[in-house]
């Protein structure tokens, strides 16, 4: 691919598809990566860019990369663009087809076997991965090296007719789950970030990895830890408990020492409660901030409308708290990513605080910066899963 013909590159998206591609176009612009052709056609987003299949370490909310091959296909195109791929392949074939935009186990699995028994009859060896089921996880590509020794198939059902792409790199999966379970600071009973959660906070704060950005509720360390781990040099974390911060300071090191290639970065966590940010750091010495704050004690069914209102009301204080100190200590257009929770009622509307707040955070000086505006309509993006009693709303604002 050159410079004067980008490849239409897909991103097979997350859960929360349209906070992934948030997270993917807050990425390009901070690395300031030209793109062209930007279209979110469900489960993908695709770009036509000059994009190396490695940032995919980078990114927390992206599945897999790929690079289109064909657009509005017919069944029959599709099949002979798949099996001249394969033609050309030098020794073994190995391939796996996943199919988007319509559950149909069975053609992928008559595709795979006509093409296999094509490339058999010219007399190539051929390994065909199907696991009954109309798509392939990251684990399978992964495990069946059908990046570094095959080839998998990405095709997508659309009204015009399929597209087609070839997979270049799936999500790091074991590298997150270490990062996530073998970490050695870890408090289940105040709650985790999760790192991939993480990973994307900080991508949509849009800091540059040389400016000074700050997690001012720090709790395990994973924002710190997921910044240096995509390149920022500059981190300071802060929490109000004392456990927070040696778990942090543990996880941290523990991380470095997994990567000595990352213990060039200047990072410090203290203990210092929001309310005196003010005191520590001086004005305008903070670029950006990327945190998920306290979200309140953990959730049963069983919870009272009061009771939870009255909670909101306690965290609502907490927020405002925090953001007159950020107006303190940020940059003039710096940027703060922030998780507000809203508490989830079986019989009824859930229980908010981002509308208790925000008029306030606007008198501050502290704009919505909306994520994805061309195809987000939301002011924050939600971040659920379906079990929870507690979503994160997920706000960018910046400093006017």
Known sequence: ???????????????????????????????????????????????????????????????????????????????????????????????????????????????????????KAKGRSVRYVFKGEPTLSSVTVEKNS?????????????????????????????????????????????????????????????INPEQTLLDPFCGSGTIISEAILLGYKKLFGTDNSDKAVADSQKNIAWLVEQDLSRKDADWKVELLPVQKLGEKFAPKSIFGIATEPYLGRPKQERETVNALEKEAGELAKLYLDAFLEFKKILRPGGRVVFVIPRFTIRSGAPITISDKILPQLQKLGFAVDQMLPEFNKSPFLLYQRPDQLVAREIWRFKLA
């Open 146 to 206: 059908l990046i570094s020794k095959g080839h998998e198939f990405l095709v997508l059902k659309t009204s015009a007719g399929y597209r087609l792409a070839r997979t270049n790199a799936v999500q790091p999966f074991e590298n997150f789950s270490s990062r996530d379970y073998g970490r050695p600071g870890r408090d289940a009973g105040s709650g985790m970030l999760p790192p991939k959660l993480a990973m994307m906070l900080i991508n949509l704060a849009e």
């Open 1 to 119: 691919m050159s410079a004067a013909n980008p490849a239409v590159v897909w991103f097979l998206l997350g859960r929360e598809p349209t906070l992934s591609a948030a997270e993917i176009i807050s990425f390009l612009r901070r690395e300031q990566i030209s793109y062209d052709n930007l279209l979110l056609q469900q489960p993908f987003l695709s770009v036509s860019a000059n994009i190396k299949a490695e940032i995919i370490n980078q990114l927390g909310g992206t599945i897999k990369i790929a690079e289109e091959l064909g657009t509005n296909l017919s069944e029959q195109a599709l099949l002979t663009a798949i099996q001249s791929k394969l033609s050309s392949a030098p020794g073994k074939i190995i391939f796996g087809i996943s199919l988007y935009g319509e559950n149909k186990t069975d053609n992928v699995e008559r595709w795979g076997k006509e093409l296999k028994k094509i490339l």
